[in-house]
């Protein structure tokens, strides 16, 4: 009975922590840094910034993070590229939701 609620307490506190995990990281386009945030639900680091993420793991030169300010650019500016790597129809849907929605706009969490 005691081991078991010291492990449902580790449990909890290792879910508490992950609120507040997060790393640094830089854009690959613009050398910015920024902050990038773990997601509990999908037990993994924020996949809006990775550039594989949307493009099912098609490489873009070297590209792998961009910052939000970069992923507009991405489908304001590279048009071509992002029709041609950015296939998958719910990928697209949750893009210009997020885009629609001035997700991309809003600031990453900066460090400098
Ligand atoms: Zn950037």
Redo the contacts with the bound molecule.
């Keep these: 009975m005691e081991l078991m609620s010291w492990w449902i307490f580790k449990f909890q506190f290792k879910i508490y922590l992950y609120q507040f995990m997060k790393r640094v990281v830089k ?1 690959d ?2 050398a ?1 840094q920024f902050i990038q945030k773990w997601v509990i639900p999908q037990k993994n680091w924020s996949q809006i910034n990775q550039v594989a993420y949307w493009t099912d793991g098609k490489k873009w030169k070297t590209y792998r993070l ?2 939000r ?2 992923l507009k650019w991405w489908f304001e500016c590279e048009r071509e590229t992002f029709d041609k790597l950015v296939t998958d129809e719910a990928k697209r849907r949750t893009y210009f939701s997020y885009r629609g929605h001035g997700a991309l706009d809003k600031p990453d969490y900066l460090i400098s």
């Design positions: 854009c386009k613009c910015k961009f910052c300010n970069c």
